[in-house]
Every structure is written in C-alpha cells, then in structure tokens.
C-alpha cells in the first residue's frame, strides 16, 4: 500500500489549497492509499530557524510528528499559492525547520556534495497561482518550483519531483476552479 503525505502550505483554513488538498486525499484513500494531511496552519510550531545549522533548535513535538510522517510516505504532496514568486513563509519555514541536517541531509568530510537521507521517495508539487503558469514558467523561471524541486526536495534525494500549476486563479470562474479541484482528484486517484 503506498504511503502519502500530503503539506498544504496555505496559511488560510478555507483556502483553494485547503480544498485541493481535501480532494486529493479523498481519491488517494479511494484508490488504496494511506494518506495524511498536514495543514501547517493547524501545527504549533515557529517558523523561524534562529540559529542556523550551527546549533540545535529543539524541534516542537507537531514538527516531531511531521518529521516520522515524511519518513515514513512513499510519496509527498506539497500544496501552496505562489506568492511573491515563491511559498507562503509558513511553508518556507516548515521546510528551514523539518528538512535539517542529519534528517534530510548529512554533511561529508571530504565532499562538497551532502549525503541524501530521504531517497526512495517521489514528490508532486501542486502550486496556485494569479497569473498564467506559462508566464510563471517561461518569463519568471519558476522561482518557488525551482526552490523547492532542486534546492529541498532532490537535494534530499527525493526523485522523481513532479509539479502541476494550476492559474490564473484571481478572478477565476467557477468552471475553472472546479476543472483545478478535477485535475487534482485524477492525481490523488493515481497516488501521482
């Protein structure tokens, strides 16, 4: 049975994320899969990593949890709104805190290259978005994809990373929004 792990990124509870989010754990269940559903603005935690690597930040016991459920999926579903370019802070900071040295990574002696913890794991990343994905794509190069496709997520060894954008959605009719909520029930049905 594949093992899913769904981080909604939003900040919001009544967010187009958080109903992305709800459908693809539906159909992921209704396929097969044991799936769970972290919405980070539910966790306890502070996002700011104030020391750095240097030192140790004691982990809150909702970053503990999250931490045993992503070692535990076969595959990781990140759900968030492009803003700015990028991932709602709450997300940026879940990653500084959960995706540390000696969990995700391990620094070698005599390499510039790290250790990857988290191989033998896949990923999706499913991002809204105001404008076109295209123009996210093409002229602005994907920044938030980028960063967390090759700067977090292979960097951990996790592979394949597979991403769906899904705008514009500012101003959206209902039509497209319910062709987003049906593009993400097929990925969650696929456990993709």
Known sequence: MKKI???????????LCSSLAHAYHTEAEKSGCKVKLLQLSELKFDVTLHVSYKSEQILEPDLVLAQQYILEADHLVFIFPNWWGMMPALL?????RTFLPGFAFKYREKSPLPEKLLKNKTARIIITMDSP??????F???????????GTLEFSGISPVKSTLLGP???????????????VRALGSRGD
């Open 133 to 138: 994905p295209w123009y996210y794509k093409w």
């Open 92 to 96: 940026k900071g879940f990653i500084d």
């Open 5 to 15: 792990l769904i981080i909604q990124g939003h900040p919001g509870k009544d967010s």
């Open 169 to 183: 959605v500012r101003k959206a009719p209902q039509a497209r929004i319910d062709s987003f909520l049906k593009i």
């Open 140 to 150: 602005r190069n994907a920044p938030g994809l980028n960063a967390l496709k090759k």
